[in-house]
């Protein structure tokens, strides 16, 4: 996810203090029968807002209630945002945005599970967090969340349902889940979350393998001094295992895939705007070894792209099954005021041209785990068939 922040105020609140500006020095003489000649621009917007401000006027005058003009110009932006109908796109007041931040760069008190809107509007999980509550309760990729505590949730209220899932650590949050056109209901107790995302060993026969279960501000860094540790040891293959690993922030992917790739395209992002279209290239001169990464559908967005990468650079293959299909950057416009505004700003391409966006990508091994058989928080080269065949083909390309 790309992040951006202004030097300047809310520009949003700018806008509506200007517009109640134009409406004090053009409108007030109009009432004593005088005349404004203003610019057609100005007018223009002046008669496409105009509704917004006779709703303001009249609740500020005639509610029952006195009313609190902060939350109205917040009801405002947020109504702005939402009327657009994607579940990216939203603005964060000051406790929305603190939550917002944690996932990417601390920790915070909740279930664990990551979530994102399928094409379908539900609200659909993406993974558990290995040891969060849940993953111990047995949430698993693809199950559809009905309700949080008793209120209904879909993709409309996305944040909505983020939010009623955090809490403070030690108390309960009821969910009711769709899977497999059953309902389950489960109750969690929440936990603090911490966020380590990556964790690596060496395997037999020097096969490498990295576990990143997202990528958050640290995730780069840390990969870097996993690799080179493994380097250290005589290197021969290296195995990622991207599996329920839901994506994060653009720049630590993009960090990843220098480590990997050779010179060459990583990805390309196409917006409305210059700044949102971006060429990314790899540096050189990539890792030089084989290369295997482990997929699966909770693999979304930058796991995508990475492994997008990969894939299409034949740098190394796929195993597991098809990709979750996110193929979107959002951007974050910090106010600087505790509050910003998230909205979907490009589409990412693979380098092969591809927006993968509700398609997902198809690993080049198509490799099932047995049934009921959980993935362990430590490699299993005994049970988990699709690390298995990861492991067989580094070893068969090792020099």
Do not use: W
Not at 150 to 156: A, P, T
């Amino acid at each position: 996810m790309k992040r951006r922040k202004l030097i300047a105020g809310a520009v949003l609140l700018v806008f509506i203090s200007s517009m109640l500006t134009f409406y004090l020095t053009r409108l007030v003489p109009l009432a004593y029968g005088g005349s404004v000649i203003v610019p057609r621009e100005e007018y223009d917007l002046m008669q496409q807002y105009s509704k917004l401000f006779q709703v303001k006027n009249i609740l500020t005058n005639d509610y029952v209630d006195k009313i609190d003009q902060s939350k109205l110009v917040d009801g405002s932006i947020k109504g702005l945002a939402s009327s657009l109908g994607d579940p990216y796109t939203v603005y964060m007041d000051k406790k929305d945005y603190q939550d917002f931040t944690t996932q990417t760069t601390g920790s915070y008190a909740g279930v664990g599970i990551v979530v994102s809107v399928d094409n379908d509007g539900h609200i659909v999980v993406v993974s558990p967090m290995k040891g969060t509550p849940g993953e111990k309760a047995g949430i698993k990729s693809g199950d559809i969340i009905v309700s949080v505590n008793n209120v209904k949730v879909s993709g409309n209220n996305l944040d909505q349902a983020v939010s009623l899932m955090k809490g403070p650590q030690g108390t309960k949050v009821s969910l009711v889940l769709m899977r497999d056109n059953k309902l389950i209901n489960k109750t969690l107790t929440r936990e603090i979350i911490k966020l380590q995302t990556v964790s690596s060993t060496m395997l037999p026969n020097k096969i490498g393998y990295i576990k990143m279960t997202m990528f958050d501000e640290n995730t780069s860094a840390d990969f870097t001094k996993a690799l080179n540790n493994l380097k250290t040891l005589g290197l021969n293959g290296l195995i990622i295992d991207l599996r329920d690993n839901p994506g994060g922030i653009l720049e630590q992917c993009v960090n990843v895939a220098n480590e990997l790739l050779p010179k060459g395209l990583i990805v390309s992002t196409k917006g409305r705007n210059k700044k949102d279209n971006q060429v990314i290239y790899a540096k050189g001169p990539g890792l030089q070894k084989p290369i295997a990464v482990l997929v699966n559908g909770g693999s979304a967005s930058a796991s995508e792209i990475l492994s997008g990468a990969i894939k299409d650079r034949k740098v190394g293959v796929l195993v597991g099954t098809k990709t979750f299909g996110k193929g979107l950057v959002q951007s974050v416009i910090d106010f600087g005021d505790g509050t910003a505004l998230k909205y979907t700003s490009a589409r990412y391409y693979t380098p092969s041209g591809v927006n993968i966006q509700g398609k997902g990508i198809e690993p080049n091994y198509v490799v099932e785990l047995p049934k009921n058989y959980v993935v362990k928080d430590t490699p299993d080269l005994k049970g988990d068939t699709q690390l298995i065949k990861a492991y067989d083909i580094i070893k068969s390309e090792i020099k």
